[in-house]
């Protein structure tokens, strides 16, 4: 299957400092990717869908300003948290979707676990 | 809005114990509905989907029937392994056939531990 990756795994910062994600399609393109977050025991929540070349599209409740989402290239979106605090702690998941004719589905990194001290 | 509602965990079995995971759904119109998986260290994998009511979704002998007038689409394995020992998401995704282009809601997750 498609492989998506993310970098980092987990990073630790102190908190006024930015942080950014990545997430990478390896092995295809993808026109779309999302950016989910998860708090521990609770369900993965959508916080913004990725286009490649345009501005992403935030779901309600997430700033914008905060969480700047950047999809540069067809293999490529970067999460930044601006300014992180300790209520940004939280696992991040990326997904990337493949194209119409690879089945569009959609497939997930393993996650990045931030920190903010 | 739509909503996941799966059983908490974490269900611990004994190997080639039957297993359910419990999953009821809130959405309008005709939801696509998918259960995922998670390995320990590992990102979220479809285990399986089923678009339409009564589709079965089936794979690595997990299997799930799509209940529209339960409004459940309920994860059953006749024998678990140890290696099936992971967190599975149930989730739905409002019309898209297959869940790519459309947002999916998720459940909160189960933790399966599989013990000898």
């Known amino acids: 299957g498609a492989v998506v990756s993310q970098h980092p795994s987990w990073v630790i910062c102190k908190s006024g400092t930015s942080v950014k994600i990545e997430c990478r399609s390896l092995?295809?393109?993808?026109?779309?990717m999302f950016w989910y977050r998860q708090f521990p025991k609770q369900s993965l929540m959508l916080m913004a869908t990725s286009n490649e070349g345009s501005k992403a599209t935030y779901e309600q409740g997430v700033e914008k300003d905060k969480f700047l989402i950047n999809h540069a290239s067809l293999t490529l979106s970067t999460l930044t948290v601006t300014s992180a605090h300790p209520e940004d702690s939280s696992f991040y998941i990326c997904?990337?979707?493949?194209?119409?004719?690879?089945?569009?589905?959609?497939?997930f990194g393993e996650g990045s676990r931030l920190t903010v001290l | 809005g739509d909503s996941v509602t799966q059983m908490e965990g974490p269900v611990t079995l004994s190997e080639e114990a039957f297993l359910t995971i419990n999953c009821t759904y809130t959405?309008?119109?005709?939801?696509?509905l998918f259960w995922y998986v998670q390995y320990p260290g590992e990102g979220l994998q479809l285990l399986l989907k089923a678009t339409k009511a009564d589709d079965k979704g089936s794979n690595k002998g997990f299997e799930a029937t799509y209940r529209k007038e339960t409004t459940s689409f309920h994860l059953e394995k006749g024998s678990v392994q140890v290696s099936d020992s992971a967190v599975y998401f149930c989730a739905l995704s409002g019309r898209g056939l297959t869940g790519g282009g459309n947002k999916l809601t998720f459940g909160t997750g189960t933790q399966l531990k599989v013990e000898l």
């Open positions: 997904s990337a979707r493949t194209s119409a004719d690879r089945g569009g589905e959609l497939f």
């Open positions: 959405a309008t119109g005709y939801p696509s």
């Open positions: 092995d295809f393109q993808a026109t779309t």
